[in-house]
């Protein structure tokens, strides 16, 4: 695995044809979110167009912090009027009054390998990577592209030919967290759900009831829906509730059990957008959680321990779907710019 890691560059995993959706730091982050929600996305690299440079990702992280910080220090009337005028750039200020440490930046050259991929994104424990080049012209940065976690394991499971290495099952190998797991159930408030994000650093907590059984995933993303509603306040409402307004385009719970092999994740994730599967037995009661940090670990070296020992219980974010994963590198200050690319 080694070996074909570093005979790709983070460049070979990118599509002949896509686009690529760039923010500045000075657009609001209502029009932000009603941007990433048109076109499906769940984040978008940032750029700073008074130094002409990266500025690191939007996720769905903003967006949880940005409604810890209402709910706890504003009324619903103040946080409706704050969030017309809020830009981008305000949520430093947002992480320094709720105590978050701003997110690392960082970004990797687009000729460098997939190796060198797969362990930054390890090690720092990201869900996706920005891809950065400089203007040999100009000297100026160039965002090419954002790789995610889901699109390298796909490009693996694609193209990786050596299946005998993956034919283990999970009870055998030391994928994925099966203790300590933050669970929820269906009466459980959303405001609770949201500080196990926050305090255990997760992006998804399972939905289960009073046997166990699993009944569905509430994650990072659905906050976002609740942010555009303007559901700054009444966090309160439980989780039942809020799964009701979570777009139809849902792609599921993706399941597996201890039997399954690494194998037949991959042709899951052939598939299917997979962000982690859900361990379960033979009756779906939770048993724990592959996320795919986990596999990524595993494939270069890792073990259950590292992830243990990086004091988290699994660590996906919702991942952009293909079709909406762009490219764009002149962006006007005006806002949120795209381009579609057609050749590499």
């Keep these: 695995m080694e070996t074909f890691l570093k005979q790709h560059s983070a460049y070979d995993v990118l599509p002949v ?3 690529q959706i760039v923010m500045d730091t000075t657009l609001l982050v209502k029009k932000a979110l009603s941007v990433l929600m048109q076109y499906g996305i769940v984040s978008a690299p940032l750029w700073d167009s008074t130094k002409r440079k990266f500025a ?17 220090h504003s009324s619903y009337s103040v946080a409706s009027r704050e969030m017309e005028l809020f830009q981008i750039s305000q949520l430093r200020d947002v992480e320094k009054v709720i105590g978050v440490p701003p997110p690392e930046l960082f ?3 687009p000729l460098q390998s997939l190796y060198d991929a797969c362990h930054l994104l390890v090690e720092s424990r990201a869900h996706r990577l920005p891809l950065v080049d400089v203007d040999s012209e100009t000297g100026e940065e160039m965002i090419v592209s954002v790789l995610t976690q889901y699109r390298i394991l796909k490009f693996i499971a694609m193209n990786y030919q050596d299946e005998k ?12 967290i099966y203790t300590d797991l933050a669970v929820a159930d269906l009466s459980t408030p959303v405001i609770e759900v949201i500080d196990m994000f926050v305090k255990r650093k997760i992006s998804s907590v399972p939905i289960v009831d009073e046997e166990g059984v699993v009944l569905n995933v509430y994650e990072t993303v659905d906050v976002m829906t609740l942010v555009k509603a303007g559901v700054y306040r009444d966090l309160d409402l439980c989780v039942a509730e809020a799964l009701l307004r979570r777009p139809e385009d849902f792609s599921g719970v993706h399941t597996c059990t201890l039997n399954d092999s690494l194998s037949s994740i991959f042709g899951t994730i052939r598939k299917s957008q997979v962000h982690r599967l859900i361990v379960v037995d033979s009756e779906n009661k939770l048993k724990g959680i592959v996320s795919l940090s ?30 909406a994963d762009v490219t764009k590198t002149d962006v006007e200050s005006s806002g949120a710019g795209e381009r579609g690319v057609d050749e590499r």
Excluded: C, W
């Design 294 to 323: 986990d596999i990524m670990r595993y494939l270069i070296g890792g073990t259950r321990d590292d992830a243990v020992a990086a004091g988290r219980q699994e660590e996906e974010e919702e991942e952009d779907v293909d079709s």
């Design 56 to 72: 690191g990702m939007l996720t769905a992280t903003d967006f949880i912090n940005l409604i810890q910080f209402y709910y706890s």
């Design 17 to 19: 044809s896509y686009r």
């Design 165 to 176: 290495t993956l034919r283990q099952p999970l009870s055998e190998l030391k994928i994925g």
């Design 107 to 109: 970004s990797l050259h």
